[in-house]
């Protein structure tokens, strides 16, 4: 009972506070209609203005409310559909509403703690929403794909174009060093495990370490939810509003409601969809004309000899790009879906199985899965839901990224000329050895290596939820809810790997075959109560109060066992009886303890909201366990309604201050000892490199924000705009220790980073006439980063290639987006370690538009993303090896022209452009592989017909037929010289963002779908 003595005297205070029962009360009654239409609106929620909660309107769209006595205003809402208000006198007992559609989203609610939510039109920090309608306009390979360039102040990218997911989400910039960059997700309540975790490839491509390496295309787990049950993602970005999440929310909170049954008979709802897919953007590859122009680069004798075969005197070029990543193989979904309700109970239930081709051989996904969610209401006090997610996610994601084996296609491919058919089966059913880039086991053949190997990723996952509300007092004036959530979030995944000692890079570590297993299970549990006490005075200058307390308990345990076997037996593909064995055996446990209070108040007709609360987190990964740390908010707002003329329907203006934090890392306090191997056939332990911190606390974000929202001309135009100003003091930051000591660091608190930045929208219908509309809406997102101190020397982030290919550094007074890299920049030309570029967009703005035309709707997303460099590596090897496709062209007087600020590089001479590239590299500056990232991309496109009700008709008990044509990232526009700018070897990473080698090439997908609703 200790651990919540807190929460459960926090709750009696509100339960035992003092009301005075308000006896006389009437009901109200209604029905609530579609504008236009005069359709009746199931599930619309009735409640007096000011109150959290109220009733449901049926599947007639009626209801029946208890208000005061006297004059009261009713309000009626719905997601999607802009909230009415009814002021009824004293003996006024029916409001009827009828309801328009909220075309520009301008409203909806926002969470502004654990059990209490607000308008959003009264909202007091930037609020980001999209609903379900936007969110599967266009399928894509994990739910990020999908809210990708639909948020405000959200860099959502892919870190390849593997299938199955794998993409990283950026909240208002980088705001930590070594700790958690991603966000907080939460689905329905209940937090859930983003992890990205390794399969184990680099057993196979040996990028790094010995059974796993986050340069091994990994997916994040959020590619297990299937988009199509989300009702609305609500992305918390502030400080202010993150405050409610503690010491897990400074990188900001992804809230995710999923479908709800409402009331009437059960409605079924079929979705069939097919699509393809083919390579968006190829490398291209030098064309060699004779064999005198190609031998040069083959690259040793074995080379040579092939070379003189099949040039005779002239080459043949192959296509090996587009053999290898060119299968368009359908990929197919099918969705079915139940919803309704009858009396007491409301339920929502799905199937869905997904199955997507890869574009490479051998490549592709799969998820199926099944979710339920039942709500129901066990007496006139207690209601209950409940929800449970079941799903199978299947992944074969071929290789890519880094490789030291010769295996990895686009790295091996810049190595070797073009001009052997590789792709040709033999009559020993072997495929052609690769003869160039050494003709040895340093070398293979892709086409033969990815039909041999296994490369597989399993994930089962579950996931449920069970939250109880009690209503302890309802009056006309005072409401007292008391409610307990609880939920779990398990997932047990296994990798498997297995590469045969027959191919051709095999011997290069001295043994034949490799075999990998790779097994990780992973639990998260939390638990809350929350206590929300409404009170609803009759008084012309205060609307509402509500005071909220509540508690949560959480545990997140994981556990990863991995084991690498190399010098297999024939026919043996597993790592028992390896001639060599590589194990792993990770565990992590994290407990977190909370409790809560915030205050909201609303004033004036809702012109004036205010809010002010703190969370306090206390967690097993602090040095002190037992100390709460304390994250304080505070927000307002005011709106002025119809200020100056009526062609301004409304200005707020809005201002929150509030800490969130970061905590530290796993083992942060603790680590003492090491294993020290084997001494004399015994154990032993060592004093370990890193020495844990008994003082270690959460990083702490102060983030200040203000803004400007505005609608115009009737809801035709609205503009929102925010300026925040984030600073995060007590950063996780290795500590060099003195060598005398024998260890080697440790982990402190110190130092400061800071982000400024703006983000805009502006929503607006620029045409509506007739059965025509046009809907348009521009998001904008800018910020510059900085270090402004560190206690410790300046040093390279983790998680790159050095100087030579460049990397973050965290150099107080300095940008931390800049990228540090060797140049030429030093006394008299010579080569240092430098500042060279900022791997920051100057910005990233979207352009979203909807035409309509009677039942025919189109939609298009365009995504602009301007300056921002990036290190291509590929381009690098490519130009080593020879094989860029403009490696012949003209080169310039110099490949960098000399600015105010920094000189030209070296002289081209006589040097073709893909020479001149590597001669200057070679001479030690890395500015000419430090490319622009600039890009236009068309991320989304779809076409959708509602086809007439007769059509529905003809398929048996069929009420509704929607056929829609859709296509996902279909043109990118870009001077960038490799398959995509947004792309990252290190998969998700606060820093070093900006690093492309032989990736997973991209892939442009289409899809037919047809919807039948029963």
């Known amino acids: 009972m200790g651990r919540f003595s807190t929460l459960v005297t926090a709750v009696a205070v509100v339960a035992l506070l003092p009301f005075r029962a308000d006896a006389q009360t009437r009901d109200v009654t209604g029905k609530v209609t579609m504008a236009g239409t005069g359709q009746p609106l199931a599930e619309v929620t009735v409640s007096v203005v000011g109150q959290q909660l109220g009733v449901r309107t049926n599947e007639r769209g009626e209801y029946r409310l208890r208000v005061p006595a006297g004059e009261v205003s009713v309000l009626a809402r719905q997601l999607g559909y802009k909230r009415q208000t009814i002021r009824l006198g004293p003996n006024e007992n029916t409001a009827n509403f009828v309801l328009e559609k909220d075309v520009l989203q301008l409203e909806g609610v926002t969470v502004t703690g654990a059990a209490t939510t607000v308008d959003r039109r009264v909202a007091a920090t930037a609020v980001a929403t999209v609903n379900a309608a936007e969110l599967n306009r266009v399928p894509a390979r994990s739910l990020e794909g999908n809210l990708a360039g639909k948020v405000a102040g959200a860099r959502i990218s892919d870190n390849s174009g593997a299938p199955g997911g794998g993409a990283h989400v950026q909240i208002r910039g980088a705001t930590s060093v070594l700790g958690q960059g991603d966000p907080l997700y939460v689905v329905d309540g209940v937090i859930i495990s983003n992890a990205g975790i390794s399969s184990g490839a680099s057993a196979i491509t040996r990028a790094s370490g010995t059974t796993g390496s986050n340069q091994d295309q990994v997916?994040?787990?959020?590619?297990?939810?299937?988009?199509?049950?989300?009702?609305?993602?609500?992305?918390?970005?502030?400080?202010?509003?993150?405050?409610?999440?503690?010491?897990?929310?400074?990188?900001?909170?992804?809230?995710?409601?999923?479908?709800?049954?409402?009331?009437?008979?059960?409605?079924?709802?079929?979705?069939?969809?097919?699509?393809?897919?083919?390579?968006?953007?190829?490398?291209?590859?030098?064309?060699?004309?004779?064999?005198?122009?190609?031998?040069?680069?083959?690259?040793?004798?074995?080379?040579?000899?092939?070379?003189?075969?099949?040039?005779?005197?002239?080459?043949?070029?192959?296509?090996?790009?587009?053999?290898?990543?060119?299968?368009?193989?359908?990929?197919?979904?099918?969705?079915?879906?139940?919803?309704?309700?009858?009396?007491?109970?409301?339920?929502?239930?799905?199937?869905?199985?997904?199955?997507?081709?890869?574009?490479?051989?051998?490549?592709?996904?799969?998820?199926?899965?099944?979710?339920?969610?039942?709500?129901?209401?066990?007496?006139?006090?207690?209601?209950?839901?409940?929800?449970?997610?079941?799903?199978?996610?299947?992944?074969?994601?071929?290789?890519?990224?880094?490789?030291?084996?010769?295996?990895?296609?686009?790295?091996?491919?810049?190595?070797?000329?073009?001009?052997?058919?590789?792709?040709?089966?033999?009559?020993?059913?072997?495929?052609?050895?690769?003869?160039?880039?050494?003709?040895?086991?340093?070398?293979?053949?892709?086409?033969?290596?990815?039909?041999?190997?296994?490369?597989?990723?399993?994930?089962?996952?579950?996931?449920?939820?069970?939250?109880?509300?009690?209503?302890?007092?309802?009056?006309?004036?005072?409401?007292?809810?008391?409610?307990?959530?609880?939920?779990?979030?398990?997932?047990?995944?296994?990798?498997?790997?297995?590469?045969?000692?027959?191919?051709?890079?095999?011997?290069?570590?001295?043994?034949?075959?490799?075999?990998?297993?790779?097994?990780?299970?992973?639990?998260?549990?939390?638990?809350?109560?929350?206590?929300?006490?409404?009170?609803?005075?009759?008084?012309?200058?205060?609307?509402?109060?509500?005071?909220?307390?509540?508690?949560?308990?959480?545990?997140?345990?994981?556990?990863?066992?991995?084991?690498?076997?190399?010098?297999?037996?024939?026919?043996?593909?597993?790592?028992?009886?390896?001639?060599?064995?590589?194990?792993?055996?990770?565990?992590?446990?994290?407990?977190?303890?909370?409790?809560?209070?915030?205050?909201?108040?609303?004033?004036?007709?809702?012109?004036?909201?205010?809010?002010?609360?703190?969370?306090?987190?206390?967690?097993?990964?602090?040095?002190?366990?037992?100390?709460?740390?304390?994250?304080?908010?505070?927000?307002?707002?005011?709106?002025?309604?119809?200020?100056?003329?009526?062609?301004?329907?409304?200005?707020?203006?809005?201002?929150?201050?509030?800490?969130?934090?970061?905590?530290?890392?796993?083992?942060?306090?603790?680590?003492?000892?090491?294993?020290?191997?084997?001494?004399?056939?015994?154990?032993?332990?060592?004093?370990?490199?890193?020495?844990?911190?008994?003082?270690?606390?959460?990083?702490?974000?102060?983030?200040?924000?203000?803004?400007?929202?505005?609608?115009?001309?009737?809801?035709?135009?609205?503009?929102?705009?925010?300026?925040?100003?984030?600073?995060?003091?007590?950063l996780l930051l290795t500590f060099p220790l003195p060598p005398s000591s024998g260890l080697g660091n440790q982990i402190i608190n110190g130092g400061q980073l800071s982000v400024l930045g703006n983000e805009a929208v502006l929503s607006l219908i620029p045409l509506r006439r007739g059965k025509f509309e046009w809907t348009s809406r521009i998001i904008y997102n800018a910020n510059v980063q900085y270090t402004n101190d560190i206690p410790v020397p300046a040093f390279p982030v983790p998680g790159s290639f050095g100087a030579a290919y460049g990397r973050n550094r965290i150099t107080a007074n300095t940008r931390s987006s800049y990228i540090w890299s060797n140049a030429p920049l030093g006394v008299n030309g010579a080569v240092r370690d430098t500042i060279t570029y900022d791997s920051n967009p100057i910005h990233i703005t979207t352009f979203n538009n909807d035409f309509t035309f009677g039942r025919f709707t189109v939609s298009a997303l365009v995504d602009w993303r301007a300056g921002g460099a990036v290190s291509n590596m590929t381009n690098n090897l490519w130009d080593e090896g020879g094989n860029s496709r403009d490696f012949d062209a003209a080169a310039p007087a110099s490949i960098i022209s000399a600015t105010a600020n920094q000189p030209a590089s070296a002289a081209c001479g006589t040097r073709t452009l893909g020479a001149c590239r590597f001669f200057t590299f070679n001479g030690g500056d890395t500015r000419v592989y430090m490319q622009n990232g600039s890009y236009v991309k068309l991320r989304e496109v779809t076409l959708n017909y509602d086809a007439p009700d007769a059509w529905a008709k003809k398929l048996p008990g069929a009420k509704s037929l929607r056929f829609n044509l859709s296509g996902r990232n279909l043109m990118m526009w870009t001077d960038y010289w490799g398959f995509d700018p947004e792309f990252n070897n290190f998969g998700n990473q606060n820093f070093n963002r900006f690093i492309d080698l032989a990736p997973f090439p991209p892939s442009r997908q289409f899809f037919l779908s047809v919807d039948v609703g029963f």
């Open 219 to 730: 997916v994040n787990r959020l590619a297990d939810l299937n988009p199509n049950d989300v009702e609305s993602i609500e992305v918390l970005k502030s400080a202010a509003a993150t405050a409610i999440y503690g010491s897990r929310a400074t990188n900001g909170v992804v809230v995710i409601t999923t479908k709800k049954g409402s009331a009437g008979q059960t409605r079924w709802n079929l979705t069939q969809r097919v699509g393809t897919q083919q390579l968006m953007r190829s490398l291209g590859h030098r064309q060699y004309a004779t064999l005198n122009d190609v031998l040069p680069w083959v690259d040793g004798p074995i080379g040579e000899a092939a070379a003189r075969e099949v040039c005779t005197p002239n080459c043949t070029n192959y296509d090996w790009q587009g053999q290898l990543y060119g299968r368009t193989d359908p990929s197919y979904e099918t969705l079915l879906s139940a919803s309704g309700g009858a009396g007491n109970t409301r339920y929502f239930a799905s199937l869905n199985d997904r199955q997507e081709s890869g574009i490479m051989i051998n490549t592709g996904a799969r998820r199926t899965g099944g979710r339920i969610n039942l709500d129901q209401t066990l007496s006139s006090k207690l209601t209950a839901s409940m929800g449970l997610d079941v799903t199978r996610n299947f992944l074969q994601r071929g290789l890519g990224n880094n490789n030291n084996a010769g295996v990895s296609p686009t790295y091996t491919f810049g190595y070797t000329p073009a001009i052997v058919d590789l792709n040709r089966q033999l009559e020993n059913g072997r495929y052609p050895l690769m003869p160039f880039d050494g003709g040895g086991a340093g070398t293979a053949n892709p086409f033969e290596v990815l039909r041999a190997i296994q490369s597989d990723e399993s994930v089962f996952r579950q996931a449920g939820n069970l939250r109880l509300n009690y209503s302890a007092l309802s009056t006309a004036r005072h409401s007292v809810q008391v409610s307990t959530l609880m939920g779990y979030d398990r997932f047990q995944q296994e990798g498997v790997q297995y590469s045969p000692n027959f191919l051709q890079f095999e011997p290069a570590d001295g043994f034949l075959g490799t075999a990998g297993q790779n097994n990780v299970s992973s639990l998260q549990t939390n638990a809350g109560m929350n206590a929300v006490w409404t009170w609803t005075p009759a008084t012309s200058w205060l609307t509402s109060l509500t005071t909220s307390v509540g508690g949560t308990y959480e545990r997140q345990k994981q556990e990863i066992y991995r084991i690498r076997g190399r010098g297999l037996l024939p026919t043996r593909r597993i790592a028992a009886g390896a001639q060599d064995i590589a194990t792993e055996d990770n565990r992590t446990e994290f407990r977190d303890q909370s409790y809560y209070v915030n205050e909201q108040a609303l004033l004036f007709d809702e012109k004036l909201a205010l809010n002010a609360g703190f969370r306090a987190d206390r967690s097993s990964a602090n040095g002190d366990r037992e100390r709460f740390y304390l994250f304080p908010k505070y927000s307002g707002s005011y709106r002025f309604v119809k200020p100056l003329t009526d062609k301004i329907d409304e200005i707020k203006v809005r201002g929150a201050w509030g800490q969130s934090g970061n905590r530290p890392r796993f083992g942060d306090r603790d680590i003492l000892y090491a294993d020290g191997g084997l001494i004399g056939g015994q154990n032993s332990l060592v004093s370990a490199g890193l020495l844990g911190n008994t003082g270690i606390k959460p990083e702490v974000m102060n983030e200040l924000e203000f803004g400007l929202d505005a609608a115009f001309l009737k809801s035709r135009v609205a503009i929102e705009f925010t300026r925040y100003q984030r600073r995060i003091t007590d």
